[in-house]
């Protein structure tokens, strides 16, 4: 199965974890040498934490850059931040315990993250709260930055949590709807392969018939000498054979009864009773029903498509017959080869479709050797071996699903159980694949940039708890703020919490321009300043400074979200060089001021670099996603059309069973004399009917199927029909069809025994039919009014139709000419190969309409 | 003075038709069935006088192709008439440019396969209502440009019109209508031969490496 977009996700959340790795253990030994005179150095020992963080934090790098780290990593991380937390009392100095500029807080944050990652919800949620206990506990004695720092790792757990949450819902969807298409194009595969034996089958099938009822009609059953029983009796061999053929086609069309009554409620009945009937055999099922009221992949309805209240659409019958049937298939092989006596069934059913899940404990198969490959798909063979059996199993199960448009998918593992997979997804709307992966993407990136926008918008909200608590706590710097010092907090607050509402307001709509991006890094840069301004000396990296150490990452998220890495970065530089600027220059050499400024800097890049690399995988969900949508679209073209063969397919051995096989079987069983003169000409008179119906002009699965019982009408009268059509004639107007079967049917009624050539011509804007007969007389009914040459306009009281009625040279004529509708819009024309069946199509060109003489008045 | 005997030969794969044709053509006169075969192979095993006229099925059942069988056939000496249940009309178009003197269908009645076997005998070609309406919604791109008038005269005729009343509604001779007939056949059988010469001078610059295979 393809796991493209969740194999992007993933590899950008570990690579992005790897960076910030990498950072860390270059800020872990930068932080030991700033505190290496007043810590590391007087006590060598307090050394070896740190090593071992920075060593981790380097091998985790290296690899989580490669793929995904192991369950056992991940748990040995969170391991080591517990015991980081728990020892940092005497792992870094007292100054630093509980800051938010310290290793300590970083290893503990990063196995955080590791474990949002790559832990289900409910064990990261369980790893984060030990994390926290254990960096909050040791150093509870430390407020308030540890309560800072404790909160910061937790906000930022929950925050990573959600977005890739999030991240992960989009991606999943988008794989999983494209495995299930996948899934759909193999089951297609084989229909189309079925098709193509089938349809070679039926020309054979039809071909045979059509030559046994001409050569009887010849008299091909007609003895010469001694031969005569012998004779006979291959004739009879020979009806045998094709009624077999013709019955096991039927057979094979039949998809299931096509019971009455709510499907939905059938099937669930039924799958209840096969749950029952199996339990009875010995195995133990267990079913659920889900009923999601939501459409199964909600991109495949463009958002005009997607009604306000979604109601699910009926299962038709067919499908239904063929889901229990596919069912029982896969119970039967459960009980026959899983060695287990249980399997539980789970229905789930969307608006727009259903899936049938069996599962077993049992013993498995290697499922990838039993996958709906066309070859392996060919009806036929006779295998008895255990695991033949089951590829015969696989076979049915893939076909009727295949048969009704859905598809079947089965996972198998030697010894870890088997899971069938049965769906069945209504076809939709043709307009359901947006234009281009880039709409998509767009549409992905104004997600995740309203997402951000969201997560400024608390962040600033939660900004204001320092803005209040720690106004007026540090004196300004500028003494011309100093008479304003508690409110000038406030105002900046007010200022921040404006640029950031400016901001958020535009990316919710657009991303920012590269104006509205510039005028965000510079109005970050002065309120950095601004807030260098409104502290003293060191505390210029402190939270009193929220504005410069906090702010900023907020701020300028709307740019990161926005525009090209390289701008982005430029705004990123810019604050950082601001605030190592301002910050040396106050800070000097105190240790502790000197690691919360690095710490600062660090946070508020590698979120910067965090956010911006989610990017690259939603372009890679995009690009799933619209590859799913296109090759369900045309799937959804191929199933339409393989309905419409397979309706025509039934009609015409329907036809051949109602008309044909009663012949044959009279002859096969010794009951008709297949060389009397009458029965001969019954012959001919079907082997005319199958012709017609094989070149698709009038018989019942051909235009104007109508027709055919005013053509059985003559035939039995003795009138030989010769029926010609070409054209589409779809595109004749409904009354008008009904009247120009009404006038043929009429004019075959007057012919007299003999031949009739009935020709209808339909393209352009109008068509044309001709009748012709020998006759010396003018057509009788509503034509009586026609006379002998020339051709008269009879007034037949018909709107639509014109028609003209003459004898000729001892030929009546009639001739008929209707208007067309305008042809359709053209429609996406989907390659399946098996549109090549339908006998109607390809007719429509270069009909000849020209016509040299004019109608009489 | 006595009309000629046409021999005539059968190939079809399907014995009961090989059968019924057998009784009906041997019931003809001045007509003598002298082969019939299931396949070309059948046909030509120890032929020494070949027939005038040669039925053939299109779908001989043995992966055989139409055009090559006409073609061997033609080759041989013999006329062919296309004989077929429900032939594509691609196939029966096909046939014609192959150089087939006409197609009938086997459900057609015994009399038109009659005139169609004297046609081709005699040189003429048969243009049955059905072939000359197979021609015109010929929508090919290859297909051979046909005039107005014979587009127009196919059209009337391929209607089941008799050639006297095509010939008075365009103001025409019947002789001048059957031989805007017989022109648009020709015309096929010519663009067959076209094609032909083209496959075999391209064969040719492929031996002789004028241009590559």
């Given at each position: 199965m393809s796991t493209r977009a969740q194999d992007a996700l993933a590899a950008v959340l570990f690579r992005g974890l790897a960076v910030l790795r990498a950072l860390a253990a270059v800020f872990t030994v930068s932080y030991v040498a700033i505190w290496w005179g007043a810590l590391y150095h007087p006590r060598p020992w307090a050394l070896v934490v740190p090593g071992i963080v920075a060593a981790w934090n380097l091998y985790c790098a290296v690899a989580a850059a490669r793929r995904a780290p192991p369950r056992a990593v991940v748990v040995a991380d969170i391991v080591i931040g517990c015991l980081v937390g728990l020892t940092a009392p005497w792992t870094v100095p007292d100054a630093s315990v509980g800051d938010t500029s310290s290793w300590?807080?970083?290893?503990?944050?990063?196995?955080?993250?590791?474990?949002?990652?790559?832990?289900?919800?409910?064990?990261?949620?369980?790893?984060?709260?030990?994390?926290?206990?254990?960096?909050?506990?040791p150093a509870i004695d430390y407020r308030p930055q540890v309560l800072t720092s404790t909160a910061l790792m937790l906000f930022v757990g929950a925050g990573l949590s959600q977005a890739t949450a999030r991240l992960r819902r989009v991606a999943l969807e988008a794989d999983s709807w494209l495995a299930a298409v996948a899934g759909r194009a193999r089951a297609e595969t084989i229909a189309v392969a079925r098709a193509r034996a089938d349809r070679a089958h039926e020309r054979l099938l039809h071909d045979t018939v059509l030559n046994t009822l001409a050569g009887l009609s010849l008299g091909?059953?007609?003895?010469?000498?001694?031969?005569?029983?012998?004779?006979?009796?291959?004739?009879?061999?020979?009806?045998?054979?094709?009624?077999?053929?013709?019955?096991?086609?039927?057979?094979?069309?039949?998809?299931?009864?096509?019971?009455?009554?709510?499907?939905?409620v059938l099937l669930d009945a039924r799958v209840a009773e096969l749950a029952e009937d199996a339990t009875t055999d010995g195995l133990t099922v267990t079913v659920g029903f889900t009923r999601t009221g939501q459409p199964r992949w909600p991109e495949r309805a463009a958002p005009a498509d997607r009604p306000s209240v979604l109601t699910e659409e009926q299962i038709p019958a067919d499908v239904v017959a063929v889901l229990t049937a596919a069912l029982r298939e896969a119970l039967r092989n459960v009980q026959r080869h899983s060695g287990e006596n249980s399997a539980r069934i789970s229905v789930t059913r969307w608006t727009d479709g259903v899936q049938l899940r069996i599962d077993d404990d049992g013993r498995g198969f290697d499922a990838t050797r039993f996958g709906p490959d066309p070859l392996s798909a060919v009806p036929g063979g006779g295998?008895?071996?255990?695991?033949?059996?089951?590829?015969?199993?696989?076979?049915?199960?893939?076909?009727?699903?295949?048969?009704?448009?859905?598809?079947a998918q089965i996972f198998s593992t030697p010894g870890l159980g088997t899971r069938v997979e049965l769906n069945w997804q209504r076809p939709h709307s043709p307009m359901v694949p947006p234009a281009d992966a880039t709409d998509l993407r767009q549409s992905y990136e104004r997600a995740a940039r309203r997402a951000a926008g969201v997560a400024v918008v608390v962040g600033v909200s939660l900004l204001a708890l320092p803005a209040v608590a720690y106004r007026g706590l540090s004196p300004p710097s500028v003494a011309a703020l100093a008479p304003f010092s508690p409110a000038v907090s406030l105002v900046l607050w007010l200022l921040v919490a404006a640029l950031a509402t400016w901001g958020v307001a535009i990316i919710w709509r657009r991303p920012l321009t590269v104006i509205e991006a510039l005028v965000t890094q510079g109005s970050t840069v002065l309120l950095v300043l601004a807030g260098a301004a409104a502290t003293s000396g060191g505390d210029v990296i402190s939270i009193y400074n929220w504005v410069a150490i906090a702010a900023p990452a907020l701020l300028l998220l709307p740019v990161t979200v926005s525009r090209p890495w390289k701008q982005w970065a430029g705004g990123v530089i810019a604050v950082v060089v601001t605030q190592l600027v301002l910050g040396l220059g106050r800070v000097g050499t105190a240790p502790l001021e000197l690691v919360r400024l690095i710490g600062t800097l660090y946070g508020f890049s590698v979120m910067q670099l965090f956010i911006a690399m989610i990017w690259p995988a939603l372009r890679t969900t995009a690009e799933s996603v619209i590859r799913a949508a296109r090759l369900d679209a045309e799937l959804d073209a191929g199933q339409a059309a393989a309905a419409a063969v397979r309706r025509d397919r039934a009609r015409r051995l329907a036809r051949l069973n109602r008309d044909v096989l009663p012949l044959l079987r009279a002859i096969a069983d010794g009951l008709a004399d297949p060389t009397d003169e009458s029965n001969r000409r019954l012959y001919a008179g079907r082997a005319r009917a199958v012709r017609r119906m094989l070149a698709g002009s009038g018989g019942r699965a051909g235009p104007l199927a109508e027709l055919e019982t005013a053509i059985d009408a003559a035939e039995a009268r003795g009138v030989v029909v010769t029926l010609q059509v070409a054209g589409d004639f779809a595109a004749i107007p409904r009354d008008a069809r009904d009247e120009l079967v009404d006038l043929l049917s009429e004019t075959l009624e007057g012919a007299p025994p003999g031949r009739v050539t009935i020709t209808l011509l339909s393209g352009g804007a109008f068509g044309e039919g001709y009748v012709s007969y020998p006759a010396t007389v003018p057509p009788p009914g509503r034509f009586t009014g026609g006379s002998d040459q020339p051709a008269k306009r009879v007034d037949t009281g018909s709107r639509s139709i014109s028609v003209d009625a003459s004898v000729e040279e001892g030929t009546a004529i009639v001739e008929l000419r209707w208007p067309l509708l305008p042809p359709d819009p053209p429609q996406p024309t989907p390659t399946d190969e098996r549109h090549q069946e339908n006998p109607n199509r390809g007719k429509t060109a270069n009909v000849p309409c020209t016509r040299t003489r004019d109608v009489a008045p | 003075m006595t009309e000629a005997v046409i021999r005539v030969g059968v190939i079809d794969d399907h014995?009961?038709?090989?059968?019924?044709?057998?009784?009906?053509?041997?019931?003809?006169?001045?007509l003598m069935i002298t082969v019939t075969a299931t396949d070309l192979g059948n046909f030509f095993d120890g032929q020494e006088a070949l027939p005038d006229v040669v039925l053939l099925d299109l779908d001989l059942g043995d992966g055989s192709r139409p055009a090559d069988n006409i073609r061997r056939l033609m080759e041989a000496g013999v006329s062919v008439l296309v004989f077929s249940a429900a032939a594509h009309p691609a196939t029966v178009r096909a046939a014609i440019r192959a150089g087939a003197a006409g197609y009938i269908t086997k459900t057609d009645a015994l009399e038109d396969l009659m005139s169609a076997i004297r046609s081709a005998r005699s040189g003429s070609g048969w243009v049955s209502p059905a072939l000359a309406f197979i021609m015109l919604t010929d929508d090919a791109p290859s297909r051979p440009q046909l005039s107005t008038q014979e587009r127009e005269v196919l059209r009337l005729y391929s209607t089941g019109l008799p050639v006297k009343v095509v010939a008075k509604r365009m103001d025409l001779s019947p002789e001048t209508a059957k031989e805007y007939i017989a022109r648009v056949r020709r015309k096929y059988r010519d663009a067959g031969r076209d094609a032909r010469s083209k496959i075999d001078l391209r064969l040719r610059a492929v031996e002789d490496g004028i241009i590559p295979e």
């Amino acid at each position: 199965m393809s796991t493209r977009a969740q194999d992007a996700l993933a590899a950008v959340l570990f690579r992005g974890l790897a960076v910030l790795r990498a950072l860390a253990a270059v800020f872990t030994v930068s932080y030991v040498a700033i505190w290496w005179g007043a810590l590391y150095h007087p006590r060598p020992w307090a050394l070896v934490v740190p090593g071992i963080v920075a060593a981790w934090n380097l091998y985790c790098a290296v690899a989580a850059a490669r793929r995904a780290p192991p369950r056992a990593v991940v748990v040995a991380d969170i391991v080591i931040g517990c015991l980081v937390g728990l020892t940092a009392p005497w792992t870094v100095p007292d100054a630093s315990v509980g800051d938010t500029s310290s290793w300590v807080l970083l290893a503990v944050l990063l196995a955080g993250m590791n474990a949002v990652i790559a832990l289900r919800a409910v064990w990261a949620l369980i790893a984060m709260v030990l994390l926290g206990a254990a960096h909050l506990w040791p150093a509870i004695d430390y407020r308030p930055q540890v309560l800072t720092s404790t909160a910061l790792m937790l906000f930022v757990g929950a925050g990573l949590s959600q977005a890739t949450a999030r991240l992960r819902r989009v991606a999943l969807e988008a794989d999983s709807w494209l495995a299930a298409v996948a899934g759909r194009a193999r089951a297609e595969t084989i229909a189309v392969a079925r098709a193509r034996a089938d349809r070679a089958h039926e020309r054979l099938l039809h071909d045979t018939v059509l030559n046994t009822l001409a050569g009887l009609s010849l008299g091909g059953a007609v003895a010469t000498g001694a031969a005569d029983s012998e004779t006979l009796a291959q004739v009879r061999s020979r009806c045998r054979r094709i009624i077999a053929l013709v019955e096991g086609s039927l057979d094979g069309l039949r998809t299931g009864d096509e019971t009455s009554g709510d499907p939905d409620v059938l099937l669930d009945a039924r799958v209840a009773e096969l749950a029952e009937d199996a339990t009875t055999d010995g195995l133990t099922v267990t079913v659920g029903f889900t009923r999601t009221g939501q459409p199964r992949w909600p991109e495949r309805a463009a958002p005009a498509d997607r009604p306000s209240v979604l109601t699910e659409e009926q299962i038709p019958a067919d499908v239904v017959a063929v889901l229990t049937a596919a069912l029982r298939e896969a119970l039967r092989n459960v009980q026959r080869h899983s060695g287990e006596n249980s399997a539980r069934i789970s229905v789930t059913r969307w608006t727009d479709g259903v899936q049938l899940r069996i599962d077993d404990d049992g013993r498995g198969f290697d499922a990838t050797r039993f996958g709906p490959d066309p070859l392996s798909a060919v009806p036929g063979g006779g295998d008895h071996h255990p695991e033949d059996i089951r590829l015969g199993i696989t076979r049915s199960i893939h076909g009727r699903m295949a048969d009704v448009g859905g598809w079947a998918q089965i996972f198998s593992t030697p010894g870890l159980g088997t899971r069938v997979e049965l769906n069945w997804q209504r076809p939709h709307s043709p307009m359901v694949p947006p234009a281009d992966a880039t709409d998509l993407r767009q549409s992905y990136e104004r997600a995740a940039r309203r997402a951000a926008g969201v997560a400024v918008v608390v962040g600033v909200s939660l900004l204001a708890l320092p803005a209040v608590a720690y106004r007026g706590l540090s004196p300004p710097s500028v003494a011309a703020l100093a008479p304003f010092s508690p409110a000038v907090s406030l105002v900046l607050w007010l200022l921040v919490a404006a640029l950031a509402t400016w901001g958020v307001a535009i990316i919710w709509r657009r991303p920012l321009t590269v104006i509205e991006a510039l005028v965000t890094q510079g109005s970050t840069v002065l309120l950095v300043l601004a807030g260098a301004a409104a502290t003293s000396g060191g505390d210029v990296i402190s939270i009193y400074n929220w504005v410069a150490i906090a702010a900023p990452a907020l701020l300028l998220l709307p740019v990161t979200v926005s525009r090209p890495w390289k701008q982005w970065a430029g705004g990123v530089i810019a604050v950082v060089v601001t605030q190592l600027v301002l910050g040396l220059g106050r800070v000097g050499t105190a240790p502790l001021e000197l690691v919360r400024l690095i710490g600062t800097l660090y946070g508020f890049s590698v979120m910067q670099l965090f956010i911006a690399m989610i990017w690259p995988a939603l372009r890679t969900t995009a690009e799933s996603v619209i590859r799913a949508a296109r090759l369900d679209a045309e799937l959804d073209a191929g199933q339409a059309a393989a309905a419409a063969v397979r309706r025509d397919r039934a009609r015409r051995l329907a036809r051949l069973n109602r008309d044909v096989l009663p012949l044959l079987r009279a002859i096969a069983d010794g009951l008709a004399d297949p060389t009397d003169e009458s029965n001969r000409r019954l012959y001919a008179g079907r082997a005319r009917a199958v012709r017609r119906m094989l070149a698709g002009s009038g018989g019942r699965a051909g235009p104007l199927a109508e027709l055919e019982t005013a053509i059985d009408a003559a035939e039995a009268r003795g009138v030989v029909v010769t029926l010609q059509v070409a054209g589409d004639f779809a595109a004749i107007p409904r009354d008008a069809r009904d009247e120009l079967v009404d006038l043929l049917s009429e004019t075959l009624e007057g012919a007299p025994p003999g031949r009739v050539t009935i020709t209808l011509l339909s393209g352009g804007a109008f068509g044309e039919g001709y009748v012709s007969y020998p006759a010396t007389v003018p057509p009788p009914g509503r034509f009586t009014g026609g006379s002998d040459q020339p051709a008269k306009r009879v007034d037949t009281g018909s709107r639509s139709i014109s028609v003209d009625a003459s004898v000729e040279e001892g030929t009546a004529i009639v001739e008929l000419r209707w208007p067309l509708l305008p042809p359709d819009p053209p429609q996406p024309t989907p390659t399946d190969e098996r549109h090549q069946e339908n006998p109607n199509r390809g007719k429509t060109a270069n009909v000849p309409c020209t016509r040299t003489r004019d109608v009489a008045p | 003075m006595t009309e000629a005997v046409i021999r005539v030969g059968v190939i079809d794969d399907h014995p009961i038709v090989l059968h019924g044709l057998e009784k009906a053509l041997h019931e003809q006169e001045n007509l003598m069935i002298t082969v019939t075969a299931t396949d070309l192979g059948n046909f030509f095993d120890g032929q020494e006088a070949l027939p005038d006229v040669v039925l053939l099925d299109l779908d001989l059942g043995d992966g055989s192709r139409p055009a090559d069988n006409i073609r061997r056939l033609m080759e041989a000496g013999v006329s062919v008439l296309v004989f077929s249940a429900a032939a594509h009309p691609a196939t029966v178009r096909a046939a014609i440019r192959a150089g087939a003197a006409g197609y009938i269908t086997k459900t057609d009645a015994l009399e038109d396969l009659m005139s169609a076997i004297r046609s081709a005998r005699s040189g003429s070609g048969w243009v049955s209502p059905a072939l000359a309406f197979i021609m015109l919604t010929d929508d090919a791109p290859s297909r051979p440009q046909l005039s107005t008038q014979e587009r127009e005269v196919l059209r009337l005729y391929s209607t089941g019109l008799p050639v006297k009343v095509v010939a008075k509604r365009m103001d025409l001779s019947p002789e001048t209508a059957k031989e805007y007939i017989a022109r648009v056949r020709r015309k096929y059988r010519d663009a067959g031969r076209d094609a032909r010469s083209k496959i075999d001078l391209r064969l040719r610059a492929v031996e002789d490496g004028i241009i590559p295979e």
